[in-house]
């Protein structure tokens, strides 16, 4: 399974950037999709991930500023991103959640990263 971003940049503060991961490879079940950030000695953090029931779920600090979405046919997952804020500021990964069927378990992928920059 590939994962492949884009969409990244530098941005002013109150701007807006869209990122894009298409999935491709060996893609059976998904179970869900969504974005990641980690800044520099910290832990990953959940964004924003869609489950492939079309449930959503936001971190408390991008709610209503961010929206994810989902082409289930091109299987790529996008994420609006608006009133960019500097803490924004960081490296953001694309992950998709796969079940593997017959073992009733889930495994993760994911996307090398793409930087974000909000300059204020």
């Known amino acids: 399974v590939q994962l492949v971003e884009s969409g990244g940049g530098l941005v002013q503060a109150g701007g807006s950037l869209r990122l894009s991961c298409a999935a491709s490879?060996?893609?059976?079940?998904?179970?869900?999709m969504g974005w990641y950030r980690q800044a520099p000695g910290k832990q990953r953090e959940l964004v924003a991930v869609e489950t492939s029931g079309g449930r959503t779920n936001y971190a408390d600090s991008v709610k209503g500023r961010f929206t994810i979405s989902s082409d289930n046919v091109k299987r790529t997952v996008y994420l609006q991103m608006n009133s960019l804020k500097p803490e924004d500021t960081t490296v953001y990964y694309c992950?998709?959640?796969?079940?593997?069927?017959?073992?009733?378990?889930?495994?993760?992928?994911w996307g090398q990263g793409i930087q974000v920059t909000v300059s204020s």
């Open positions: 490879g060996s893609i059976s079940s998904i179970n869900s």
């Open positions: 992950n998709i959640r796969l079940y593997e069927l017959g073992f009733g378990t889930v495994r993760d992928y």
